[in-house]
């Protein structure tokens, strides 16, 4: 039996104020092709569906197209919710959908019902654990600890005792499982909102060695935990330090021994990520950066002081640039300019007063008509005050 592993599609969710919505569309038209072309028998989707609890129209409509699309391929199609998502909204109606081939797990109960799949020699068990928010869940798990560890090792325990059932049957049973959380060992992304302070909310990976194979959903650089205990991550980058990453699924094969293979299967880019750093002057006329003209953009000027409408002129060649960061290169022997307080202690005058501050705020120096203007307003209120 084929599998195809899938996680964290935050469906609505924004890249620095722009939609998303088509670009999250074509990669999941991608994952659709995927399905067909890798006769894929059963796709997992290892929880944030949606990106925030009460998502747009705009994704909710996604997500219903998707599913739809993803079943018609034949493929059953196994859902658990994510931190992002609400388990209550996503997992409704999951008692209708399962006759329809999508199973929905959100909550405890259905946790321990699991979809088996029947492979001929073998049966598949997929066992969906819902994200566990550990103060909400701890009593009815029966722990003491409000701990992420500590309901997961719980919720696994539960699950253990209905598959020790299933085993003794006549068919081998290869045992999947899907968790949303924060594996240890596992690399974060800046998209990845955190579950806990402390590093409270990391599960040792062991407790997900006791299954064939552990989709696992949260981290959004795809990875290998353990040999069987995998994160696809996010099929799109939703931050720059996910520029490097390369996004996509794993596809994984089933016999009556237990899993055969796994195979990485890449998803295309339909944006890229650029970062970029120099001079304002030199990123505009570097022919080495014709890449990145198409790409969302990350740039940090370098020059000695911030450039006038700085912003608007980087736009001018890299149109999508999201992020305009600013660190003034003093190497090269500039020494670097006295602080705000130094600048403010040694100020001899009223104009040398204003113009630090201009330059403290939006850190440029005023120019000489801005001095004018300042001397001139100075001027008129010292004349101002004297005729009181």
């Not at 739809?68 to 609400?86: I, K």
Request: a negative charge; aromatic letters at 6%; hydrophobic letters at 45%.
């Amino acid at each position: 039996m084929r599998l195809l592993h899938t996680s964290d599609w935050h469906l609505g969710r924004t890249f620095h104020g722009a939609s998303l919505i088509e670009a999250q569309r074509a990669v999941l038209q991608e994952i659709i092709d995927i399905t067909i072309n890798q006769q894929v028998d059963a796709v997992l989707i290892s929880g944030d569906i949606y990106d925030r609890a009460l998502p747009h129209v705009d994704a909710v409509q996604l997500c219903n197209w998707v599913l739809r699309e993803l079943r018609a391929t034949g493929a059953a199609v196994v859902v658990t919710s994510g931190n992002h998502d609400s388990a209550s909204r996503l997992g409704f109606g999951a008692e209708l959908l399962d006759s329809a081939g999508v199973h929905i797990i959100a909550d405890l109960q259905r946790m321990l019902l699991p979809v088996i799949r029947d492979a001929g020699d073998h049966r598949v068990a997929i066992y969906g654990i819902p994200y566990l928010e550990p103060r909400m869940v701890m009593e009815r798990l029966g722990v003491e600890k409000a701990s992420h560890e500590a309901v997961v090792r719980a919720a696994i325990a539960r699950i253990e005792e209905g598959l020790a059932q299933l085993r003794a049957g006549e068919k081998p049973v290869v045992s999947i499982a899907m968790a949303h959380l924060f594996a240890a060992g596992g690399y974060g992304s800046d998209s990845e909102r955190e579950l806990s302070t402390g590093n409270l909310d990391v599960v040792p990976a062991e407790l997900f060695e006791r299954f064939d194979y552990s989709a696992l959903g949260h981290l959004h650089g795809r990875q290998k935990v353990k040999e069987h205990v995998r994160y696809s991550g996010s099929p799109l980058a939703y931050s720059f330090s996910e520029a490097t990453q390369r996004k996509g699924v794993w596809l994984i094969d089933t016999n009556a021994r237990g899993i055969e293979s796994v195979q990485e299967v890449l998803l295309p880019v339909p944006k890229k990520l650029a970062i970029l750093k120099g001079k304002l002057a030199e990123l505009l006329a570097d022919p080495e950066l014709e890449s990145a003209v198409d790409s969302w953009c990350q740039v940090t000027l370098t020059d000695s002081e911030r450039p006038a409408d700085a912003m608007a002129t980087i736009r001018t060649r890299f149109p999508d640039t999201v992020v305009l960061n600013f660190a003034p290169d003093h190497a090269g022997g500039d020494a670097k300019p006295a602080s705000y307080a130094e600048r403010m202690a040694k100020a001899a005058s009223t104009e040398q007063v204003v113009g630090d501050f201009m330059e403290h705020v939006r850190e440029r120096a005023a120019d000489e008509l801005e001095r004018e203007v300042i001397g001139a307003v100075i001027q008129a209120t010292r004349e101002a005050q004297a005729s009181q």
